[in-house]
């Protein structure tokens, strides 16, 4: 997630009807795999209505969306869908994911907070099979982004003091450490998975960039320059890539949906970056991490509002 105002509008989505998504009920939302080896895209589910957000589960057999605040399984194939259990935590924004160990999944949910102008979303914990939810941040608005590899701790957008930075926090709670500061938004943390960076995008250039830093936070460096508005870096599996979401205007620090974005790819030996396909989406479509085990495939979600 990113700007106030992108924060406020999922809260409408997950309390809301689907068709408040793009002002229609004709909304089709599609699940797609694009095969690094053949860059092919193929559309594995589809439906009517407003879904985001896909995760691949660590043994490849299904993929995790969320939908009217609610989690989803839906198989590899496409084949079934069902929905995962979260407890009293009904109200599930667009960012969640499957801890590197395989036993929980971090989820995000807009908490019936009244007095959070700012956004309600605090961070959660259930058992990968669904259960009751274990609170991991006190403090709100928390957006989560990304698993540390030993699967103790997790980093994350916040605003705090009026801007929104990165922080991380150990999954049993206790004290956020802050590991950005600079003025403008800093989002869309993930680690490497060898633990030694994390990337993200910032507007610290003045446009929407990606970026990384050492885990402890010093070192940034910027990674992208040109003249798309890039968001949500996701290093593969392998670590040999990251894959981000490019609107092709400028958006400020927004991610609105609905808008021309491409999906590139970062070559982290050559720092060469191939462009992939073209689509209508943004909002949603690859905001948490989406790589499949094998580092061959990845998931995202594309829109078609005709």
């Not at 407890?87 to 160990?101: F, K, L, M, Q």
């Not at 599996?237 to 092709?248: A, E």
Request: with cysteine.
């Amino acid at each position: 997630m990113s700007s106030i105002f992108n924060k406020i509008l999922v809260i409408l989505f997950v309390m809301g009807p689907a068709q408040n998504f793009g002002q229609s009920s004709q909304l089709t939302s599609r699940l797609e795999v694009y095969s690094i080896e053949s860059n092919d895209r193929e559309v594995i589910y589809e439906e009517k209505g407003h879904f985001e957000a896909p995760n691949w589960s660590l043994d490849g057999s299904y993929l995790i969306i969320n939908q009217d605040g609610l989690l989803f399984k839906i198989k590899a194939d496409g084949s079934t869908k069902s929905q995962l259990k979260t407890g009293e935590a009904v109200r599930c924004n667009n960012d969640h994911g499957i801890s590197p160990d395989g036993k929980l999944l971090a989820i995000s949910n807009n908490d019936p907070i009244t007095d959070a102008p700012y956004g309600s979303s605090r961070i959660y914990t259930v058992p990968i099979e669904g259960g009751k939810p274990k609170l991991v941040t006190s403090e709100y608005p928390s957006y989560w982004h990304g698993w540390a590899p030993e699967s103790n701790a997790v980093v994350y957008t916040a605003r705090r003091n009026d801007n929104f930075d990165i922080y991380r926090i150990s999954i049993d709670g206790g004290k956020e450490e802050r590991l950005t500061t600079s003025p403008g938004l800093d989002d869309g943390p993930e680690y490497s998975p060898d633990g030694r960076y994390i990337y993200y995008n910032s507007m610290k250039s003045g446009k929407m960039e990606i970026w990384r830093m050492k885990s402890d936070g010093s070192e940034k460096e910027q990674l992208t320059n040109d003249r798309y508005s890039n968001w949500f870096a996701h290093p593969s599996p392998d670590g040999n890539y990251f894959v981000f979401i490019s609107y092709h205007e400028d958006q400020g620090d927004q991610h609105p949906a609905m808008k021309a974005v491409s999906l590139r790819l970062y070559d982290l030996k050559t720092k060469e970056i191939k462009s992939l396909c073209m689509f209508i989406g943004g909002q949603g479509t690859i905001n948490v991490p989406s790589w499949s085990p094998d580092s061959k495939h990845f998931a995202f979600v594309s829109y078609d509002n005709e």
